[in-house]
């Protein structure tokens, strides 16, 4: 590459050999360098003749080139330029960026960045009640035999938020049934009552971990996938196909989805509840050397079906609050891959966020009502 001044004050850059992106972009600081040199020259011109061979490195040369004579207030004349790259140059120039592609890195002062904080709340809060709503009433359609869903997908929902969620589930619940019965122990070992540790995990598991971790557990897997299959949908704008057929997307994507969580969640629930006793049990009795039998005893004598009922009715309202989650950021995901993540994000960020508040408020209500 070599560049020449003509006497109407042109740059002319000689294009020579073979460009490839194997060989390594050329860089344009040379050229550059001439651009700002007074005289600034009046345009820029190509001379590809004796280019050889040529691939997508030429186009990035001819970008960063164009960016920096557009800086500068100089016309680039890329009529020199060898015929393909001339119409890889006006398509590029031709299909304009999404807005959503990339982030903004605007940088505000705290002021206006809490203002558009707190309007995007407003925004969010807004679009999640409405969404609820729109939600309620699909499943009253439901309930009334006119909402359109397809029995296979809800079976399917059913499986990937049940069966397939017991592995992960069990190990979470086995290890928190483990924790709780070291850290009780530890403690109890010093004042004789180290049976009183099966009233721990009991209590611990069944009224609130129990219900608790598996939430947490269903808002990172299942929630996050319901965002990512229908913010992907979104992209591939087949929630629209399904408006323009006059189909509700609400009763097609979302219900199913929701029914199958708060049916399963509850009874992931009971089974975490079981797998954290065994895990507590196991550590009872290796470490602390307390029998069995004198261990699961206690734990019999210490729960209560209202313990069992208040913690399935815990898991069932955190169904519904991370279905919603995920399904209402995957509905409202951009149309870009970034934007797909995003949405995922959020997803699971929402949905813990309404798990923890959702557990402070039943454990008030709960001990309000004496339960």
């Known amino acids: 590459m070599s560049t020449s001044r003509s006497d109407d004050g042109t740059l002319v850059v000689r294009l020579e050999g073979v460009w490839s992106v194997e060989g390594g972009i050329p860089s344009a600081d040379p050229v550059i360098h001439e651009i700002l040199k007074p005289p600034a020259p009046t345009r820029i011109a190509f001379d590809a003749s004796a280019l050889e061979d040529w691939d997508s490195s030429l186009l990035v040369f001819a970008r960063q080139l164009g960016d920096a004579a557009g800086a500068s207030g100089v016309k680039v004349d890329p009529s020199g330029l060898p015929a393909g790259a001339r119409r890889l140059i006006d398509l590029a120039a031709a299909v304009p960026e999404r807005a959503d592609a990339r982030k903004k890195t605007r940088r505000d002062r705290p002021l206006a960045r809490l203002g558009r904080g707190a309007l995007s709340l407003f925004e969010t809060t807004r679009g999640l009640v409405r969404f609820i709503g729109m939600a309620f009433l699909s499943f009253l359609r439901l309930l009334g035999g006119r909402a359109r869903v397809r029995g296979r997908d809800f079976w399917l929902f059913v499986q990937d938020a049940g069966v397939d969620a017991l592995p992960i589930v069990s190990l979470i619940s086995f290890l928190i049934g483990v924790i709780l019965a070291f850290i009780g122990g530890v403690q109890l070992r010093q004042f004789g009552a180290l049976v009183w540790t099966a009233n721990i995990v009991g209590i611990g598991m069944v009224r609130y971990l129990g219900p608790m971790m598996a939430a947490i557990i269903m808002a990172g897997r299942t929630g996050s996938a319901y965002a990512a299959q229908l913010g992907t949908m979104t992209v591939n704008e087949e929630i629209d196909a399904l408006r323009t057929l006059g189909i509700s997307p609400i009763d097609f994507l979302v219900l199913p989805r929701m029914l199958a969580l708060v049916l399963m969640l509850p009874l992931l629930t009971l089974y975490a509840d079981f797998v954290g006793i065994l895990g507590g049990a196991v550590v009872g009795t290796v470490a602390f050397g307390l029998g069995i039998q004198e261990y699961l005893s ?49 997803a699971v960020v929402m949905a813990i966020v309404l798990v923890v508040l959702a557990t402070a408020f039943w454990t008030v209500l709960y001990d309000i009502l004496g339960i």
Do not use: E, P, W
């Open 298 to 346: 206690q734990t019999q004598s210490i729960l209560t079906t209202k313990d069992f009922l208040s913690g399935l009715n815990m898991a069932a309202s955190y169904g519904v609050l991370i279905a919603i989650a995920g399904c209402f950021q995957g509905m409202s995901s951009g149309r870009s891959a970034a934007a797909v993540g995003d949405a995922t994000t959020k």
